[in-house]
């Protein structure tokens, strides 16, 4: 049985990433484009896709002059069919999807406290 791959923005929480890896998942590093902590989003294709990406809402939400916006990761997560956790405490739920626009199926947003359990949930395990 192959491991599931899980990217994950810098800054996403070790323990969750701890609890990932010894479900049987390996975790890799995602830049956004502006903090170069590991492959970019935007070289996410058909042959590297992923699991499940992880982040903070920070992570993804740029300036509008950004290389890289919500948009495209939203785009890249619609076309490979993979789902993103955003991670954005349950009392910012309402708020967070204000500033968004265009939210597709594959993206969930799960309060701090929930994210292993739900993380665990989106990969099937």
Do not use: W
């Amino acid at each position: 049985m192959s491991r599931k791959r899980v990217g994950y923005f810098e800054g996403t929480d070790s323990t969750l990433l701890t609890h990932l890896i010894c479900q049987g998942c390996d975790t890799i590093p995602i830049s956004n484009g502006f903090d170069n902590h590991g492959r970019h989003v935007r070289l996410i294709n058909e042959n590297n896709r992923l699991d499940l990406l992880i982040g903070y809402l920070h992570k993804i939400y740029a300036p509008e002059d950004a290389e890289t916006r919500y948009q495209d990761i939203f785009h890249i997560c619609r076309i490979y069919r993979m789902p993103l956790l955003l991670v954005v405490p349950r009392e910012l739920h309402d708020s967070a999807r204000e500033l968004l626009r265009g939210i597709p199926e594959e993206v969930h947003f799960v309060d701090p406290a929930e994210q292993v359990e739900r993380a665990l949930a989106l990969l099937g395990g």
